[in-house]
């Protein structure tokens, strides 16, 4: 299991907001499938921690990944466009953004808190401790 | 909703063809499906079988995951492979598996045999057409149930559910990939692995029931289509087929349905 906590995310107060997503950006799929679950203000949860509103879970996301490369040398490398005129279909590796809806778990939370850290939980089948979630930016969208 | 379409606009009607719950198939129905993939699955060439997995993954990696092509191109997979399957036997369709309600994988895909053979449907093996096999490559489909570990397993109601509150194209297709995804991993084995998953003929009941998810979708939230920007844009299938072209089920000539009972009229 990989564990991951986010920095401090600022969250506006209830009254300016409907709608809560976390959106995890570039998250690579290019390894094994897995599966995280996240956690609100919950840095010490694990594998045993139960996954309820008491402790501020907010939900799962599952990747169904490439899991390894398996073309010649240079498969599973994404290229740059040859040319501006370059209208091949998008590499299958780019990495994609995934999004969360987390409403109900960020209302729960007490009003006024200011922030949250999101705590993912990432499991694969190799049990690997690193390397099983890998994404670029992590933002908290709310809608009015 | 109806059961004949106009596959032309001067055309006369004609009939739908019905996907039907695996779980409600006649034992003719299902020999009849069997037939079909077991036939499909002895062509080497660009009719049978192995042609049409090697879309998904290796080799051809055609597949959309992850985006707004996501439902477009897998619901012009289906029908590319259902037409081949009827060239095989006449009148078969892609039956669906009711994730959303049903715990475990339907018998129909999980028994060692079937009609007194190995059960085509179970297992199958990997042969990629025109590709030399390279170190590491399966040969043959393979399921382990639950081997990533907290990967909620079936029935997704609650995600079901979830996914046809959506009032968008956006949150309803991202929704559906997500449970999708959730079904794959869940599966383990190949068909937790993109480049393979293809070759496990329960992947086609698995994505019958997604595309189910969005007909039903689009049938409650008419006009909630993908971006505009994407209706041109051709799918990487053989032949090509743009996204507008899969937004309308009865153009394609199936339909889905719970149950269905005919008698005979008066004439």
């Known amino acids: ?144 | 909703m109806t059961i004949t379409a106009r596959p032309a606009p001067n055309a006369a009607p004609v009939r739908l063809k019905v996907r039907k719950n695996i779980d409600s198939l006649s034992a003719q129905e299902l020999s009849d499906f069997r037939r079909a993939v077991k036939q499909s699955m002895a062509l080497n060439d660009k009719r049978g079988f192995e042609y049409f997995a090697g879309w998904h993954g290796v080799p051809l990696g055609w597949c959309q995951h992850h985006d707004p092509l996501f439902l477009p191109w897998h619901r012009a997979y289906l029908y590319w492979l259902e037409l081949a399957l009827q060239s095989e036997v006449p009148g078969v369709t892609l039956p669906w598996w009711d994730w959303s309600k049903s715990a475990g994988i339907p018998s129909a895909y999980s028994s060692a045999q079937a009609d007194g053979a190995d059960n085509v449907l179970a297992k199958a093996p990997i042969n990629v057409l025109n590709a030399t096999r390279k170190s590491g490559w399966p040969t043959e489909t393979s399921r382990a149930l639950g081997e990533v570990p907290n990967t909620p397993a079936p029935p997704y109601q609650q995600e079901w559910a979830n996914a046809m509150q959506a009032t968008t194209y956006a949150d309803f297709s991202q929704r559906i990939w997500t449970v999708h995804d959730t079904l794959h991993v869940w599966v383990g084995g190949t068909m937790a692995q993109v480049d393979w998953a293809a070759y496990d003929p329960v992947f086609f009941a698995h994505h019958a029931n997604v595309d189910r998810a969005w007909r039903i979708w689009q049938a409650a939230h008419p006009g909630a289509n993908p971006p505009a920007n994407i209706l041109d844009q051709s799918l990487q299938t053989d032949p090509a087929m743009q996204v507008h072209q899969t937004l309308d089920v009865h153009q394609l000539g199936y339909e889905y349905a719970g149950t269905q009972a005919t008698v005979a009229g008066s004439a």
């Not at chain 1, 490398?77 to 969360?100: G, K, M, N, Q, Y």
């Open chain 1, 1 to 144: 299991m990989q564990r991951w906590t986010s920095q401090a995310l600022a969250v506006p107060p209830r009254t300016a907001w409907q709608r809560a997503d976390l959106e995890f950006e570039g998250v690579e799929h290019d390894g094994a499938s897995f599966v995280m679950h996240v956690f609100l203000n919950n840095p010490d949860a694990d594998e045993a921690t139960p996954r309820t509103p008491e402790q501020r879970y907010a939900g799962y996301l599952t990747v169904f990944a490439h899991g390894d490369c398996w073309g010649d040398v240079g498969h599973c490398d994404i290229p740059e466009p040859v040319s501006a005129f370059d209208r091949r279909p998008p590499h299958p590796l780019l990495p994609f953004d995934a999004t969360l809806e987390i409403s109900e778990a960020l209302a729960a939370l007490p009003d006024g808190i200011g922030e949250i850290t999101v705590t993912v939980l990432a499991f694969n089948k190799n049990d690997d401790t690193d390397g099983v979630l890998r994404f670029k930016e992590l933002t908290l969208l709310t809608y009015a």
